[in-house]
């Protein structure tokens, strides 16, 4: 393996990470958001699926815009955007600055999410393994240390932009420093792989199982990060120090079962990672939703972490293998259905809840997920054989790095 990539490979890891830091300080803020601003309740839900369907917007532009640059070119940019925008989400008065800081996030959140992920489909399709969840793992680190950060700033009354300036002042460099070594494999095909040239369409047929699934698997992670401290105070009776436990753990063990998924993969193939996977966050909901107590929910929730990390990143690099010689256009448009799920799972569950009552609006997200296990033949290698005891040689030709551009 060429130090180019193992250079490119740790840069992207570290792009991961910084936007898991980012993302986090966001979302684990937005109480606080909504008092600075005075940002009412009936207009929360707006601003809040106004990011995400920028997201989707920043997504499709990033297909277009690949075809022009690399994607390297577009994450090096898009992520001193978005950490720049977090900062103006703290720095304004006004609730038309949060607005113009918000859309701006959503938008080069949208293109830093795709061109991230196309890196990393090309980057394994280069190395001829899987290494894609470990990519994840990366994001999901970050995800902890920014909810740690922001933690920090509730606990000790900090305001909004003095709790996010000192994560940006380290992030915004170390991202700029390290997007120097990322690298661009000729939209994600090795040389040598007949037939994975720049062109080929990308058929959406064949893409939507892969398409459904992203939306199943985040409408599952929006639940978990949207209700289960709710669930756990209002349904289970836990304290309020207690509630906040489920994601915690959630995400520990979604960094846990991704940092070791590779292996998994490798071991045993991508098609049987996924159905364990979705047999045991299935498993996780179906806990939660019988749970007897509160430390019944939480381990319900430890369990639907362990399963649901892997289901993601997986789609990401069936999708880049199901269209080797369009793997940046099937990632860009795949990427949109992460947002599809997000908008869809938090109201899909509190309207359940409201309706019905939350343990049986558990069960939507636990049938959702099972669904999977009828797509998971989408995740077969085919040809590319990754993880399943015929990986490709690992020493490729990538061309030239992202400085070459």
């Known amino acids: 393996m ?7 490979r740790a840069s992207l890891a570290l792009s991961f990470l910084v936007q898991g830091v980012t993302f986090a300080l966001l979302v684990t803020r937005i109480p606080a958001i909504q008092d600075r601003y005075g940002i009412s309740d009936g207009l929360l839900p707006v601003f809040l699926a106004a990011v995400p369907i920028l997201a989707g917007v ?9 075809k022009r640059v690399r994607p390297s070119r577009v994450l090096r940019w898009s992520q001193p955007v978005v950490l720049l925008a977090l900062l103006g989400v703290g720095a304004g008065d006004a609730l038309w600055q949060v607005a113009v800081a918000l859309g701006v996030f959503g938008l080069a959140v949208g293109a830093l999410d795709a061109s991230m992920n196309m890196l990393g489909v090309s980057l394994q399709r280069a190395y001829g393994r899987s290494i894609m969840l470990g990519f994840h793992a990366a994001y999901s680190l970050g995800g902890i240390a920014g909810a740690s950060i922001a933690w920090a700033g509730a606990h000790w009354d900090l305001s909004l932009f003095v709790s996010y300036l000192p994560a940006v002042v380290v992030l915004l460099p170390a991202a ?12 994600g095909a090795a040389v040598g792989d007949a037939g994975e040239g ?12 892969l398409c459904l699934v992203m939306t199943f698997a985040y409408i599952g992670d929006s639940t978990v990060s949207n209700w289960s401290a709710k669930y756990l105070q209002d349904v289970l009776g836990s304290s309020e120090e207690v509630s906040t436990v489920p994601y915690n753990v959630y995400m520990v ?5 991704r940092g070791l998924g590779d292996l998994g993969v490798r071991r045993f193939g991508a098609v049987a990672v996924v159905r364990v996977g979705s047999v045991v966050a299935a498993l996780g909901f179906a806990v939660v939703a019988v749970a007897p107590g509160a430390w019944t929910g939480i381990l319900g929730f430890t369990v639907l972490g362990l399963g649901l990390c892997v289901i993601v990143p997986q789609t990401f690099a069936a999708a880049g293998r199901l269209f080797p010689g369009a793997s940046d256009a099937a990632v860009a448009r795949l990427n949109v259905f992460n947002y599809v799920g997000f908008l869809i799972g938090s109201p899909l569950v509190g309207a359940l809840g409201d309706a019905w009552n939350y343990r049986g609006a558990m069960l939507v997200p636990m049938v959702l997920v099972l669904v999977t296990l009828l797509y998971a033949r ?6 590319d054989r990754y ?18 551009l």
Not at 58 to 66: Q, Y
């Open 2 to 8: 060429t130090d180019e990539l193992r250079r490119g």
């Open 58 to 66: 920043g997504s499709v532009g990033t297909e277009w815009l690949v």
């Open 176 to 187: 700029l420093v390290g997007s120097r070594w990322y690298v661009d494999a000729g939209a």
């Open 198 to 209: 720049k062109g080929g369409p990308v058929v959406f047929k064949l893409l939507l199982p």
């Open 253 to 257: 063990m979604m960094l846990l079962g």
């Open 378 to 383: 989408s995740f077969a290698p085919g040809a």
């Open 387 to 404: 993880g399943d005891g015929h990986e490709r040689p690992r020493t490729v030709d990538v061309g030239r790095g992202s400085n070459g």
